[in-house]
């Protein structure tokens, strides 16, 4: 069955210095991948998503995110995070039956020091 | 991206009495739209297909009695959380499919509600 692990629940990092999201997945094909941002009081916006071609690739907001299929992962980087970058962020395969659906991690809850 | 509106964004209601979410694509004729229930800070989980002009799929172990799921046109799915309990006190978000080929769905801004 499809799953997703993001392995850390909830990460602080200072305004300005780098990032990285974890996510791993277990699927038995090429993946459909995504991440999405989710901001209090607000729905769940896309930042990117991979399904085929080339492995590094760039979202909105900076973000970006490098798809390993010998890693089974799909880890989510930004060079210079602002204040603003605090939310709660979901990674997501797709999965399907007959329709399309998604699975989701855990999320990581990303909390900036000023 | 498909925009997405929910109403109410919040309700509040006695137990036993039962809630009707709306979920609405604003500029995109959307034929499959999805509902999810996600807890405090937990992840999204998967309630139910909704097919336009079809039944709707439940996932395993959603009561399609207890959540009802109607999507009568290609911009407008709802769910009815019938005779509720503060058990199903939770946080309501639909989507919408955007593109079948690689499954990309748009998200609403969800529904809080809380069942006293």
């Known amino acids: 069955a499809q799953s997703v692990t993001q392995p850390d629940i909830h990460i602080t990092v200072s305004e300005g210095a780098s990032l990285e999201l974890r996510c791993n997945y277990s699927?038995?094909?090429?993946?459909?991948l995504f991440w999405y941002v989710q901001s209090p009081g607000q729905g769940l916006q896309l930042l990117l998503k991979?399904?085929?071609?080339?492995?590094l690739v760039q979202g909105i907001k900076g973000f970006e995110a490098e798809f390993k299929r010998s890693q089974s992962s799909f880890n989510l980087r930004k060079p210079s995070v602002h204040w603003s970058d605090a939310a709660e962020y979901f990674c997501?395969?797709?999965?399907?039956?007959?329709?399309?659906?998604?699975?989701f991690g855990q999320g990581t809850r990303l909390t900036i020091n000023p | 991206g498909a925009v997405v509106s929910q109403h109410p964004s919040w309700v509040i209601c006695k137990s036993g009495t039962s809630v009707k979410i709306e979920c609405r694509s604003l500029?995109?004729?959307?034929?499959?739209m999805f509902w999810y229930r996600q807890f405090p800070k937990q992840s999204l989980m998967l309630m139910a297909t909704?097919?336009?002009?079809?039944?709707?799929?439940?996932e395993q172990g959603v009561e399609k009695d207890k959540f009802l799921i109607n999507h009568a046109s290609l911009t407008l799915s709802t769910l009815t959380v019938t005779s509720a309990h503060p058990e199903d006190s939770s946080f309501y978000i639909c989507?919408?499919?955007?593109?079948?080929?690689?499954?990309?769905?748009?998200f609403g801004p969800g529904t809080r509600l809380t069942v006293l």
């Open positions: 991979y399904f085929s071609g080339d492995t």
């Open positions: 997501a395969v797709g999965r399907f039956q007959g329709a399309q659906k998604l699975v």
């Open positions: 699927y038995g094909a090429t993946p459909y």
């Open positions: 909704s097919n336009e002009g079809s039944k709707a799929t439940y």
């Open positions: 989507s919408v499919l955007r593109d079948r080929a690689i499954n990309e769905q748009f």
């Open positions: 500029d995109f004729q959307a034929t499959t």
